[in-house]
């Protein structure tokens, strides 16, 4: 996520601050379905898993990447 972050933010080759990450949008992920307790990072492997399973098989987003 720091690499999105600092892409984003501080190269010179992005217009407008304009990066598409798919961390991003499994941080959205996680924030919405967790009611905002949780975010990215996420220190336990499982629940990490499970949840990146989650965005990549069932939201659109996470199956367009």
Known sequence: MNLCLDLRDNSELVVDKEVKCWMF????????????????PIAD???FATLLKAFAYETKAGQEY
Do not use: A, H, Q
């Not at 949008?25 to 990215?40: A, P």
């Open 45 to 47: 492997p499982s629940e």
């Open 25 to 40: 949008d499994f941080d959205t992920y996680v924030r919405t379905t967790s009611l905002g307790t949780k975010s990215v």
